[in-house]
């Protein structure tokens, strides 16, 4: 029997237990991974280690630690808890092979909270959803955050329908801002074909235009021609429920002549009145050049000391742009658009319709009652014309666009335009009026820009309406703001007529008209005169530096930069006469 002295005398003497270990990491001279008996020899191959991008590495350590290796559970008493779920690769207890261990198996241990936190999983199973919330611009939260859409997930997660806030099924429609950065760069064609042969003289780009400034006096009037009707006040009226006024096809003359056509220019030209011309439509598109996103075009002629700026016929000038800023631009056929009567073309066409018969609708036409200029129309021949003259003004003015260093004063003269007038309602007093009209064509079609429907929203919220059309038509309020105030205009109206069905783009109805004061509207869109006359002295300058000639400006139809080449004196008169020769034999 043995003794417990006996026992004890049979321990070893050294403070170790178990069996011996051995300092030999060689197995016939070739070393190896150190291990311990926590790990498991479970797969022959681990592939989802490395690899893997970063949604399956996390899916699969999920998976790792709820099936794999030990698992810690709650425990009474407060004891530490050793987690080694991390171990379970082969090896996977050491950093390197033959790195000096400080402790043993230090780092092979991670302390475990057995405190209860609540996680948030992801339901994939029946009816489970998933709430998704990004960067969208379409739908907004209470607090005025980042946009929310909800996935409503059916069996298995495999029903992907979108609902935003606004109530409505959206899976039909575009989730804004979805891949909006994989979305393909437009490319648009250029307002003019320059030639090979054409060359390049400048290249600016929008953030040099948009750092000018140019300080400029109002004005001053030189000539007036034309009369004008009184503005029918029955139009600023909210109209009466259930009832909507049409617009109607007035066909008056209305001319629309480029600078160096106008007979009364080349009257002040050979007085030397001034050493620019041009008109306020081709002004205004120079000084809102910064806010342009379609191409355009403008004809520089030197001729000596004199600068004209004209345009082509038919050029992009003449017309009225629809959404050009909105931030999804209606598109072309060639990009995907199946509605013909929504491309930017159709669009303009029916834009410059509106606006001139929603002009000549406005005006009560009494020849007892109208404010008469100094001259007539220059440009209206009685005795060639068939239809009645339309009512329009055409004030001839001056600007000073001279600098403290210039020797001899640089002035500009500018052909503006006036529509009507009206009297004031404390005064009395005539006050000069533009008119123009804002159209919606579809606010649920592609390139609405997110309007609301002026239908149910213009009375309730005219002021979001306008705001919404400050964005996505920037460039077209711009211009005609500018144009305002070049011609001193005391009232600027702003109409907003709708197509009576979407599908009809020859049909429309007047919803309202709104008065504003053009210079307070400028302020409204950061509209900036003093930048637009340095822009245009800019431009002004790089001529007066080149030889006699025939130029052209044209906005790149892709980037936000113009450039001026040097064009053969003939060239775009060639093209008119052959579209002219073109029309005769059509006719014949």
């Not at 092979?108 to 994939?124: A, C, I, L, Q």
């Not at 409505?168 to 307002?191: E, H, L, M, T, V």
């Not at 592609?446 to 979001?464: C, E, F, V, Y």
Request: hydrophobic content about 30%; glycine content about 10%.
């Amino acid at each position: 029997m043995l003794s417990l002295s006996k026992i004890v005398n049979a321990l070893p003497s050294d403070e170790t237990w178990g069996p011996p270990t051995t300092t030999d990491a060689l197995v016939d001279g070739v070393p190896y991974a150190p291990y311990s008996k926590g790990d498991k020899l479970g797969r022959m191959a681990d592939w989802t280690s490395e690899g893997k991008d970063r949604e399956g590495r996390v899916g699969r350590q999920q998976y790792n630690r709820n099936y794999r290796g030990f698992t810690p559970r709650p425990c009474p008493l407060e004891v530490t808890i050793y987690n080694f779920s991390d171990q379970q690769v082969y090896g996977a207890g050491t950093s390197s092979l033959f790195a000096v261990q400080i402790a043993e198996d230090e780092s092979s241990f991670s302390v475990v909270d057995n405190t209860r936190t609540s996680t948030k999983t992801r339901g994939f199973g029946r009816g489970g959803g998933t709430v998704f919330r990004g960067r969208g611009r379409g739908v907004r939260d209470q607090r005025g955050g980042r946009g929310t859409f909800q996935r409503v997930g059916g069996r298995g997660g495999q029903q992907n329908t979108y609902y935003d806030n606004r109530g409505g099924r959206g899976g039909r429609g575009r989730r804004f801002g979805w891949k909006d950065y994989d979305k393909p760069q437009r490319n648009r064609d250029a307002s003019v074909n320059i030639k090979p042969d054409c060359q390049m003289l400048e290249e600016i780009d929008f953030d040099r235009l948009a750092k000018l400034n140019l300080e400029t006096s109002n004005g001053e009037d030189i000539e007036s021609y034309g009369f004008l009707y009184y503005y029918d006040r029955s139009y600023d009226k909210p109209p009466v429920k259930n009832t909507e006024r049409k617009l109607n096809v007035v066909d008056r003359a209305a001319y629309n002549v480029t600078t160096s056509q106008d007979p009364i220019i080349h009257e002040l030209a050979e007085k030397d009145e001034a050493t620019i011309f041009a008109t306020d439509s081709i002004l205004s598109m120079l000084m809102c050049a910064p806010r342009s996103v379609y191409s355009w075009d403008i004809v520089i002629t030197r001729q000596g000391d004199r600068i004209f700026l004209d345009k082509r016929d038919g050029s992009a000038l003449d017309m009225v742009s629809v959404n050009e800023n909105a931030a999804d631009a209606p598109l072309e056929a060639s990009e995907g658009n199946k509605d013909s009567i929504n491309f930017p073309g159709a669009l303009a066409l029916e834009a410059t319709f509106i606006n001139h018969n929603f002009v000549n609708q406005t005006v009560m036409e009494s020849d007892t009652s109208k404010f008469e200029m100094p001259h007539e129309n220059p440009f209206y021949n009685p005795s060639e014309e068939t239809e009645p003259l339309a009512s329009k003004a055409y004030k001839y003015r001056r600007f000073d666009l001279s600098l403290e260093k210039d020797e001899n004063p640089l002035h500009l003269i500018v052909r503006t335009e006036l529509d009507a007038v009206m009297k004031n309602n404390i005064s009395g007093d005539d006050q000069l009026l533009t008119v123009k009209a804002l159209n919606e064509f579809d606010h649920k079609a592609q390139g609405s820009g997110g309007a609301l429907d002026w239908r149910a929203k213009l009375t309730s919220q005219r002021g979001a309406v306008v705001a919404t059309e400050m964005k996505n038509n920037s460039c077209k309020l711009a211009r005609w703001t500018v144009q305002s105030i070049l011609a001193r205009a005391d009232v600027m109206k702003l109409g907003f007529v709708s197509r009576t069905s979407p599908k009809l783009n020859d049909r429309h109805v007047i919803l309202g008209v709104v008065g504003y004061d053009p210079r307070k509207f400028a302020e409204q869109m950061n509209l900036n005169l003093n930048n637009g006359w340095g822009i245009v002295r800019t431009i002004v300058d790089m001529v007066r530096g080149m030889k006699d000639g025939k130029y052209v400006l044209v906005k790149d139809p892709n980037k936000s930069l113009l450039r001026l080449y040097e064009v053969p004196a003939g060239t775009f008169e060639e093209a008119e006469g052959e579209e002219e020769e073109t029309q005769d034999g059509e006719g014949e």
